[in-house]
């Protein structure tokens, strides 16, 4: 048997690995990293191995379903589609086009046909409600980003590889390898960091396996991350140590700053986030000191009331510190390709616009262009105009993913007419009408849209597909195409390579103008996600053509992260702005919180390196072993509580209980209990034997989907007070 050797990005985790796969005939042999890729160079983890197993996976899904007398059943493609065109179009007819909403799961930001052509029908259908992934995970950062830096996705992120100090809050990169950070393989890079003196410092409520490896870890009371950084920045202001550096001229709100947190020094803030004042001083100190420096805060700081808050003074300290946009600092990637902040005029831009219309029942602001998932089942539920009747899910398992899932699960029931982009029959594609399956990873071409925006170094990768896609197998962006027309009246049958040619030319001569015919000549050939690629890969900050990624399969090395304000800014003001008037209007809600006391118990979530996603639950690679659904107990609480390691305990919030597995551990703070995300694989109706053998609880269905951060919309998924007790 001919065998040969490829190389694949890994599509599972934002770490965007490149792999090496050896190949016999129409099978994947084995797989490794690949050493020489300019990225990863070599590091690989278990998700990575786990493709084999997601190809070869008989529990995915290979032909349409649609669901006849209650029960899924494979129909042709012709026959999928005619009852999607049978039964969307009268909705929209006789309800408008609100009538019909989009949900968009983690999986979408992987995969460039899915990522591209969503956002294509999304506009197509013109509807206000748009629900996605985002606000149930990093829609604070990209909101905060927004109003300091004028774009969503303006993220500064730490230049490991250069760095003095690290402060990591409410992460845990050595298991995510980076979130909202692509950082393959930061273990490795952390230790580098520490062996030429450098130190890094974790605050987190539980010792983690990144806490494991910090020279220092601080727990912090769940929720109490805004508090923490309020200190720190009234510190650096009360002992004179704000500085500014170079970005100085290209700042504005210092003094508004200044004035705004006077009330939060660090020993009013220390019972609140559980962190000593003299810590929160010499931090604060330390940062100062440091040559180089960067604070970086991710999920934790995220899901929680205060996210925009936390994720808008993580990016303060930077700048006063001296370490926003400086090497071993927090740095803005330059991206090859899709990246707003590297086109149009730089230095200055429209910024970002919130809260262009309201959610119709809870009157939730739109943020991004989506609003509040916790919306999304009172919308379904409650009568009148603008009520949802049709749902188009691409990607995404909210019933598993998002709080209170029971009731999502029974909005769900009630519905007119549901499709569902994905290749599983989950706990949320079990209530569509119709299921159309994407091809294997293996079988498409793989780009990063995002990832290199939020990159630890800047470079430019592709990879071809591995196997020839099945014959009569579309792919996702022909089966978003396809659905696309029949949203708009032009019909399933419509010839789908003219359609993507003609959205196309449409797209190259808004941008284009004149030029709009040479453009689209010099990618003649390409089409789909391919053209779209080629065109901005032309088009970006460094001119490259997709054929020059083709010729590399270990990328283009475009170089370490440099200095980029002020060209990076999109602000109208053309500066970064230190005290936006949102964020300085919801101080009011923290300094009125000041004095909460801590609730006897909460519970917080926890990353796994196997499971970050709930359908990795279905691979056996990733599923073997010990059971990871466990409850995380301090020692003193399991004796407070009767709990006993092995046992089973109830966990009640928010009127609803979840039955888990007591792991006592003292990784965890005192009051603190921590239950990892998407589990719950015990619904009727689904096909993934391989978690169902093992389904844990969910996490989400004890929290309450009404509890948001305000100004983001993103849900509060820490922090939450629970009750305990042994079963």
Known sequence: MTERVVHRICPLCEASCNLELRVEGDRVAAIRGYEDDVLSAGFICPKGVALRDLHEDPDRLRAPLVKRDGVHVEVTWEEAFAEVERRLPPIQAAHGRDAVAMVFGNPTAHKIGLLLYASRLGRALATRNVYSASTLDQMPKQLSSGLMFGHWLSVPVPDVVRTDLLVVIGANPVVSNGSMWTVPDFRGKAKAMQARGGRLV????????????????????????????????????????????????????????????????????????????????????????????????????????????????????????????????????????????????????????????????????????????????????????????????????????????????????????????????????????????????????????????????????????????????????????????????????IDVHALDDELARDDVARVAGPMADAALAAVAGRRGPARLLDLALRAGPYG????QLEAAPAGLDLGPLAPRVPEVLRTPSGKIELAPPQLLEDLARARADLAQPAPDLVIVGRRQLRSNNSWMHNLPTLAKGPFRCTALVHP??????????????????????????????DEMMPGVVSVPHGWGHDQPGTRMAVAAARPGANLNAVLDEAARDPLSGNAVLGGVPITMQAL
């Open 636 to 665: 003193a609480d399991a004796t407070r509580l009767g709990l006993a390691d092995g046992g089973r305990a109830r966990i009640a919030g928010s009127g609803r209980t979840i039955d888990v597995v007591v792991e006592v551990s």
């Open 202 to 493: 974790v605050v987190d409520p539980r010792r983690t396996e990144t806490a494991q490896l910090a020279d220092r870890h601080l727990f912090i009371r769940p929720g109490g991350d805004a508090f923490f950084l309020l200190g720190i920045v009234h510190a650096l202001f009360a002992e004179r140590l704000v500085r500014l550096g170079r970005i100085a001229p290209h700042v504005a709100g210092l003094a508004e700053l200044e004035a705004a947190v006077a009330g939060f020094a660090p020993e009013l803030v220390a019972s609140r986030c559980g962190i000593a004042a003299d810590d929160i001083r010499g931090l604060a100190r330390e940062l100062a000191a440091a040559e180089r420096a960067a604070v970086y805060g991710r999920i934790g700081t995220c899901t929680q009331a205060y996210g925009t808050l936390a994720s808008w003074l993580v990016d303060v300290i930077n700048a006063l510190t001296g370490h926003l946009d400086e090497p071993g600092g927090a740095m803005f990637p330059k991206a090859p390709a899709f990246a707003a902040n590297t086109a149009g005029p730089p230095g200055r831009g429209k910024g970002i616009a919130v809260g262009r219309r309201r959610s119709r029942v809870g009157g939730a602001p739109e943020v991004f262009g989506e609003l509040p998932m916790g919306c999304l089942a009172e919308e379904i539920e409650t009568p009148g105009e603008g009520q949802i009747r049709a749902l188009v899910t691409v990607a995404g398992n909210p019933v598993l993913s998002a709080p209170n899932g029971p009731r999502l699960a029974a909005a769900f029931a009630r519905l007119d007419f549901m499709v569902s982009v994905d290749v599983y029959l989950n706990e949320t594609t079990r209530h569509a009408d119709v299921i159309l399956p994407g091809l294997s990873p293996l079988e498409e071409m793989h780009y990063d849209v995002a990832f290199p925006q939020l990159a630890w170094h800047n470079v430019a990768r592709v990879s071809p597909a591995v196997f020839a896609p099945p014959a009569g197998r579309p792919a996702e962006w022909e089966i978003l195409l396809r659905l696309l027309a029949i949203a708009t009246g032009r019909g399933a049958r």
């Open 544 to 547: 490259l053509t997709l054929a």
